[in-house]
């Protein structure tokens, strides 16, 4: 189940020189409303890669890809899937093989998101995951999903933002919102900024509609938030 592909040192200048994995597509949830097509992940290089980690042309087996995370040197910041999910079929996490990740980040600074939130069984183990030092993001789709899924308390939260969105802003409930700032600095990327690998966070990142297919990730942002 699942394959995985990991770079050492990623050359992508949003995330800075960290290592990035990316997990094959059979780990997302069909429920994730830019499954049609509006994923960033969909489109350009990373999905070319993306399409190769699932057929299995790259990679590894979940087994040596968690002894290659253990293999990472202690402190290492490092981001767990530029495409691809939490381990598990369609809307269920894995506990076992997640279980299996968060121990092998054991001393390292791994950090990941994900759309597995329509499954309340899940939120025990990304619990779990955040206080023992593995920051799981719960991925939202707006800001009223966003107040949503942090009233739940399973960890921090990241959402969608409009394109041309400011570099801050309040969900309906009035939680601050702080834009990600290597979408619009570009003496800033993941390796320095750091904010999304803080379990505790109480404060949300949103991530401005990007890609190929950011006018209908915008509008999706927009529909959704009608309702």
């Known amino acids: ?34 499954n049609d097509g509006a994923c960033y992940a969909k489109s350009g290089p990373l999905a070319i890669h993306w399409r190769k980690v699932s057929k299995g042309d790259r990679g590894m087996a979940w087994g040596e890809f968690i002894g290659a995370i253990e293999s990472l040197p202690d402190g290492q910041l490092w981001r767990h899937n530029a495409a691809g999910d939490l381990p598990g079929d369609n809307e269920t996490i894995n506990p076992a093989m997640l279980g299996d990740l968060v121990a092998a980040n054991r001393g390292k600074k791994g950090f990941t998101y994900t759309h597995k939130t329509n499954n309340p069984a899940n939120f025990s183990w990304i619990k779990a995951a955040n206080e023992w030092g593995f920051t799981v993001n719960l991925s939202a789709n707006d800001l009223a999903h966003a107040d949503k899924l942090a009233n739940i308390g399973a960890g921090p939260v990241v959402t969608v933002l409009p394109i041309d969105a400011p570099a801050k802003t309040v969900t309906p409930h009035g939680r601050v919102v702080i834009t990600c700032p290597a979408t619009y600095r570009d003496d800033v990327n993941c390796a320095t900024c750091k904010l999304c690998a803080i379990p505790d966070r109480k404060t949300i990142i949103g991530f401005p509609a990007h890609g190929a297919a950011k006018k209908r990730v915008e509008k999706i942002f927009f529909m959704r938030g009608e309702k």
Request: glycine share 2%; charged share 15%; aromatic share 2%.
């Open 1 to 34: 189940m699942h394959n995985v592909h990991l770079t050492l040192k990623s050359a992508n200048a949003k995330t800075g020189p960290i290592p990035v994995s990316v997990t094959s597509d059979d780990s997302c949830p069909k429920s994730c409303p830019f």
